[in-house]
């Protein structure tokens, strides 16, 4: 792990840490969040940087569970099939946004749409749920239009929450904001002073300060700035996520977003004895089982916490 540090008046935070590398559904992506001492950013708990995948290799993750997060999907290339047991079936295309909640139980499965299906790249975020909405009812919501902000040397997307005044339509049950910004030149983005700050490189090299920022990293930039200065070393493509800091300690485990060791057991065995929590996916794909949790809660077959 490679750190560099900036020390700048009112010393707000400056790390770059490098992502670890992961299989998902064979699909080797790089794991920028959460790293050990950064949990969150904001609401963001997690991000996969997939991809771009080579040949016809498509993303193929059979059906899966999830509590208490929120998962955020945003391609740059490619197509992926939603499929959740809320009964929605939704190609995701680049420009998209596919929002599911999960509350307290929802499962899906993300499939390549066909066999000539082009490469995918692109981001898998999850967002923390916090505890006022993270126990109520799972939901989706497809995204076909978000709105742009154009600023000097950058054109910029709005996933969730608002960047430079610009607001996406999408639910956000916390403070938080993640925009797509194409980079071409020098830049400055205005962000709240309160709002901490990460930027995920997917392609290209962006100066921020004396550090460069490329593919594979995570730059934390803290709170305390009003305005982030971004210079391209190459043309790149940046996600920019931030927020209030995260009032809650976050527990995850697998996919499962908690508060306690005994939330994620119950919500494991209520997925492993498929007791009707997780609803069903229709997919063709397998259903995904993993192990227990390494640690020893006793809970009731088949109830909630
Ligand atoms: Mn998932």
Request: proline residues 8%; contains cysteine; aromatic residues 6%.
């Amino acid at each position: 792990m490679s750190t560099a540090s900036i020390p700048t008046s009112g010393a707000p935070a400056w790390e770059i840490t490098e992502s670890r590398t992961a299989d998902v559904g064979g699909v080797v992506v790089r794991r920028a969040l959460p790293r050990r001492g950064r949990r969150t950013v904001g609401a963001w708990c997690f991000a996969d940087h997939m991809g771009p995948t080579s040949g016809s290799r498509g993303l193929n993750i059979g059906p899966h569970p999830h509590i208490g997060l929120q998962t955020v999907t945003w391609l740059f290339e490619g197509e992926v099939l939603h499929r959740d047991s809320l009964g929605s079936e939704q190609p995701i295309r680049p420009g998209q946004l596919n929002l599911m909640t999960a509350g307290r139980g929802v499962s899906h499965a993300e499939e390549t749409s066909s066999a000539s299906a082009p490469p995918v790249h692109g981001m898998q975020l999850w967002v923390a749920q916090p505890s006022s909405t993270r126990d109520g009812d799972p939901a989706f919501e497809h995204q076909s239009e978000l709105p742009a902000v154009e600023l000097a040397g950058c054109r910029g997307t709005v996933l969730v929450g608002s960047l430079a005044g610009v607001r996406s339509p999408a639910r956000a049950d916390s403070d938080h904001f993640g925009a797509d910004l194409v980079l071409e030149g020098e830049t400055t983005v205005p962000v709240a002073i309160d709002h901490e700050h990460a930027l995920v490189v997917a392609s290209g090299r962006v100066r921020l300060g004396t550090s460069v920022v490329e593919p594979g990293h995570l730059a934390y930039l803290g709170r305390g700035r009003d305005e982030l200065h971004l210079e391209v070393v190459a043309p790149a493509r940046a996600l920019l996520l931030g927020g209030s800091p995260f009032p809650e300690e976050v527990m995850m485990w697998w996919n499962y977003v908690a508060r306690s060791t005994r939330e994620i057991t119950q919500a494991h065995r209520d997925w492993s004895t498929r007791s009707g929590r997780f609803g069903r996916v229709v997919s063709a794909l397998a259903p995904i089982d993993v192990d227990p949790p390494p640690w020893d809660d006793e809970v009731t077959p088949g109830s909630r916490p």
